[in-house]
T-cell receptor, first 113, second 117 residues
Framework: SQKIEQNSEALNIQEGKTATLTCNYT??????LQWYRQDPGRGPVFLLL?????KEKRKERLKVTFDTTLKQSLFHITASQPADSATYLC????????????FGSGTRLLVRP | GAVVSQHPSWVICKSGTSVKIECRSL??????MFWYRQFPKQSLMLMAT?????????EQGVEKDKFLINHASLTLSTLTVTSAHPEDSSFYIC?????????????FGDGTRLSIL
């Protein structure tokens, strides 16, 4: 079955630095991958979608890469701010392509002022 | 745009009570909605896919008679937790997928925290 792995340990960085979060997957070759942000007690918020034929996608201070050979996506936040502190989830489409998403466990990011 | 409203945001009730949670897409039509369950410090676990006008598709291990899903219109899906017990206490989140293409993101409600005493 599909398996999605994100670093369960929190990432603690200084304001202004670049945060890099990792998403690895196995047993599947998804057509696209998505990243979401979740704040405590709230629902996830969509950030970026990257397709299998795209190596990189950018949106303001966010950058996502997608390496289908390594089966890995990297999520970068440049010039990080304390307001970026949240849990970041990667998600892949279900193997049966029914539009459903399978989520990783998420990585908590803490940006210190 | 793409706002999903979930109601109520918090429910506390006695064991044996049935609880209904509503999920509405406010500014778009959603033929497909999804229901998730999330335990503290864990990821979202998909419970079921709700399809407008047809029966929901449940994930393995999810009791369809326990978690009743109705998707009667293009903007509303409901999840009813029947005869709820303390082990059903969790954070329930819905999402809706905008129509119009394969690679569409999901838009999430803000969740319902259910506490069964």
């Amino acid at each position: 079955s599909q398996k999605i792995e994100q670093n369960s340990e929190a990432l603690n960085i200084q304001e202004g630095k670049t945060a890099t979060l990792t998403c690895n997957y196995t047993n599947y070759s998804p057509a696209y991958l998505q990243w979401y942000r979740q704040d405590p007690g709230r629902g996830p918020v969509f950030l970026l979608l990257i397709r299998e034929n795209e190596k990189e996608k950018r949106k303001e201070r966010l950058k996502v890469t997608f390496d289908t050979t390594l089966k890995q996506s990297l999520f970068h936040i440049t010039a990080s701010q304390p307001a970026d502190s949240a849990t970041y989830l990667c998600a892949l489409e279900g193997m049966d392509s029914s539009y459903k998403l399978i989520f990783g466990s998420g990585t908590r990011l803490l940006v210190r002022p | 745009g793409a706002v999903v409203s979930q109601h109520p945001s918090w429910v506390i009730c006695k064991s044996g009570t049935s609880v209904k949670i509503e999920c509405r897409s406010l500014d778009f039509q959603a033929t497909t909605m999804f229901w998730y369950r999330q335990f503290p410090k864990q990821s979202l676990m998909l419970m079921a896919t709700s399809n407008e006008g047809s029966k929901a598709t449940y994930e393995q291990g999810v009791e369809k008679d326990k978690f009743l899903i109705n998707h009667a219109s293009l903007t509303l899906s409901t999840l009813t937790v029947t005869s709820a017990h303390p082990e059903d206490s969790s954070f329930y989140i819905c999402s809706a997928r905008d129509t119009g293409g394969y690679n569409q993101p999901q838009h999430f409600g803000d969740g319902t925290r259910l506490s069964i005493l």
